[in-house]
């Protein structure tokens, strides 16, 4: 069982870049050459930039490999070449077996057709042959929930239906290698287990997967192994829980300057977070130097507003170190919302109290929106917090699992021989 | 290995590793002659699936739609016939204006119709290569497939304009096939160039048209033939599509110029255009998804 099913060595993929790039249309191409006919056989000076860069693995069979890192840094563009869609520019891989790919939800669907003409179109094009999409069709949409609907064309579906058909295709591939890129984050939560259920079984059965996502949980759970890519590089090839770890907090280390102005964010940018300071506080309001399980934590935090907005709800976002999100103080819990218009600034103070967070490290993360229906700036990791073992915790040696350190009281009895134990 | 009872019974368990797993080498592309032919074999039915696509879209549009596949040609016939037949009277092989014009526009619009398609169909299809993995030559052979479906169409309503003048249908119809054959590998060769520089230099669909236009000049579907000096024909015949023509003329109705020597002339015209086209194409089809 430990034949390599996949193996690449070298793998590079450049791409052009730059203002002076190849022509883009033949009209150009033929001013430019009669323009000055040898600077046009020249290969014009590029900018190249590398989306890979030398990158080599290993893949056994059975199996499943998660594949981490930054938007950019690779993975997607490494998917493509294993998955034959382009070539690479120097190395080489082998593949032994039959590989699908994954990349999207809904490849091929078109809006005109039906459910079922779309299930034929999608499940070929994914690479099932005719037979193989007749024996599954009932199991396909019994998965999708879309039987009544089953022959209405597709442009007529809910997003919810169409996600639900598209996976449910995706989903009844049996390639003895799959890849998979993020497809996991679509539609709503129930669907989402159910994905996550059939990626279980997948991997269960012995397939070779490789699973690309930032949904941490999800490649905690499924991958034994992970693959980090930073800047078209292997950065880290080994157990996933060390490698998720150091992926989102040191990988991604922002360390705990304050100034927010060189932060990866998302969002229409009405708004903009500028600062955050943490201070760690006790009982009695009096500052600590480090956070312990149990303080209070005052938050500091300024928004500049860049273009009108109305009420919007502000949160903080404390996540641990696997990317759960563990405490979401968040201003439409208390029915507050904030209207600002361009050009005014704001400061606000959050004063968490008694944060019950066991020792370890963890990711504050800032969003500004109006609830589902924008977003004006989501900062995910604006500043680190490290809680530090505290007086509860220092007499324990190991940490047990879990972020929530509940305080309890318990009471315990011993008896000799309990008979007629049930009363 | 351990197989799983549990859950869905959806995929039957693996078995261990295949004794002769498919090997597949992921390289940069390299030399001129890389065919690959035996990939677009395996994937036939996907070809199938592209064609029955875009059949069933055009004919799920409106009942004009279907219409249009015979009302275009006959249009063009009866305009072709005032002006260039009663007007200029251009000759025509003996053969009533009709008959003469709209055999050649059967086998003309489809070809215009299918290199247009070509032309556009690896752009048009980005958001399917740029996400799965075929052989991108599945896309050309099936653009200049579907306008089989109207030809079809187009060669019964032209069987019946030609029993409605008199003719009787005789051997030479077997040949057809041999006909529509032509076309289709001209449509192909000369697709294959233009759906590769069109995915490299997005203007080459802007110059089809002129090329479509120049092209239908350059055949006989207006005129006869027979109007091109002796000394001028086997020039004339490089273009595969005068011996379509002719050779549809010559079909239905037993006037005209049989196939003859010229037909080689075009096959070897066509011939030289496909290979061309077949190396040009596969050697731009690695990198056509990062410039598409």
Request: glycine share 8%; hydrophobic share 45%.
């Amino acid at each position: 069982m430990s034949d390599i099913v996949i193996r690449a060595e070298g793998l590079s993929k450049r791409y052009r870049r730059g203002v002076i790039g190849p022509p883009e249309t033949l009209r150009d191409l033929l001013s430019r050459v009669a323009r000055s006919p040898l600077a046009a056989m020249r290969k014009p000076s590029q900018e190249f930039f590398w989306a890979l860069s030398d990158v080599g693995l290993e893949v056994r069979h059975g199996e499943v490999l998660g594949l981490i890192g930054r938007n950019g840094a690779g993975k997607t563009t490494l998917l493509k070449i294993l998955s034959r869609i382009t070539r690479p520019t120097t190395g080489w891989a082998e593949i032994h077996g039959r590989v699908r790919s994954l990349l999207e939800v809904g490849t091929g669907f078109h809006g005109e057709l039906s459910g079922r003409e779309n299930t034929y179109l999608s499940g070929s094009i994914l690479g099932m042959s005719k037979r193989e999409i007749d024996r599954k069709f009932d199991e396909i949409v019994a998965f999708a929930e879309v039987d009544k609907f089953i022959d209405t064309p597709v442009k007529h579906y809910s997003s919810g239906m169409y996600v639900r058909l598209a996976f449910a295709v995706a989903a009844h591939l049996e390639p003895e290698i799959l890849l998979v890129d993020e497809v996991l984050a679509v539609g709503d939560i129930n669907f989402q287990k159910k994905c996550m259920g059939k990626m279980e079984d997948v991997a269960r059965l012995g397939r070779t997967i490789i699973l690309v996502s930032h949904n941490m949980a999800a490649v905690n759970a499924l991958c034994p192994r992970c693959i980090i890519l930073n800047q078209g590089s292997v950065e880290f090839d080994g157990p996933t829980n060390e490698g998720t770890a150091r992926y989102y907090v040191e990988a991604l280390s922002v360390g705990s300057g304050s100034d927010l102005s060189d932060r990866r964010r998302e969002g229409n940018a009405k708004a903009r977070f500028t600062s955050i300071s943490i201070q760690p506080l006790d009982k009695s309001g009096q500052p600590l130097d480090v956070a312990y399980p149990g303080c209070d934590l005052s938050i500091n935090v300024e928004v500049e507003c860049k273009s009108d907005f109305s009420p919007a709800n502000l949160a903080i976002i404390i996540s641990d170190s696997n990317g759960y999100r563990v405490i979401d103080a968040n201003t439409a819990q208390k029915g507050q919302f904030i209207t600002m218009r361009s050009g005014q600034a704001a400061k606000a103070n959050f004063r968490l109290r008694e944060v019950l967070l066991k020792p370890g490290k963890y990711l504050v993360g800032l969003w500004l929106g109006r609830e589902a229906m924008e977003i004006l700036d989501y900062v995910e990791h604006a500043t680190n917090l490290d809680v530090m073992e505290g007086e509860e915790t220092k007499q324990h040696v190991i940490i047990f699992p879990g972020v929530y350190l509940c305080r309890f009281n318990n009471d315990i009895t011993i008896q000799d021989h309990p008979k007629d134990s049930y009363n | 290995m351990a197989s799983v009872t549990t859950s869905s019974p959806i995929a039957a368990p693996l078995p261990a590793p295949v004794k002769q797993p498919a090997i597949v080498r992921i390289e940069p592309p390299r030399g001129w002659l890389d065919l690959r032919l035996g990939d677009l074999w395996e994937y036939r039915e996907l070809l199938y699936f592209f064609v029955w696509r875009d059949v069933k879209i055009r004919y799920k549009q409106t009942v004009v739609g279907v219409l249009w596949v015979v009302l275009q040609p006959l249009l063009t016939m009866g305009v072709f016939t005032i002006f260039f037949g009663r007007l200029a009277r251009l000759p025509s092989e003996g053969l009533p204006y009709p008959v003469f014009y709209f055999a050649a526009l059967v086998p003309w619009a489809y070809f215009a119709t299918s290199l247009g398609t070509c032309t556009t169909i690896l752009v048009s299809n980005q958001h399917v290569i740029t996400k799965v993995y075929f052989p991108r030559l599945v896309l050309p052979f099936a653009a200049v497939s579907t306008g089989l479906i109207d030809m079809a169409i187009g060669l019964v309503v032209m069987t019946i304009i030609t029993l409605a003048y008199g003719f009787r249908p005789g051997l030479s119809l077997l040949l057809i096939p041999l006909f529509v054959l032509l076309a289709q590998m001209t449509a192909l060769a000369v697709g294959l160039w233009t759906s590769a520089l069109n995915a490299l230099y997005r203007d080459m669909a802007a110059i089809v048209p002129f090329v479509i236009q120049f092209l239908m000049l350059a055949s006989p579907v207006a005129y006869s033939s027979s109007l091109v000096p002796p000394k001028w024909r086997a020039l004339y015949h490089l273009n595969p599509m005068a011996n379509v023509i002719d050779g549809f003329r010559w079909a239905f109705t037993g006037h005209g110029s049989p196939p003859g020597p010229m037909l080689f002339v075009s096959a070897g015209s066509v011939a030289v255009i496909l290979v061309g086209g077949l190396i040009f194409f596969q050697r731009v089809e690695g990198t056509v998804v990062d410039r598409v």
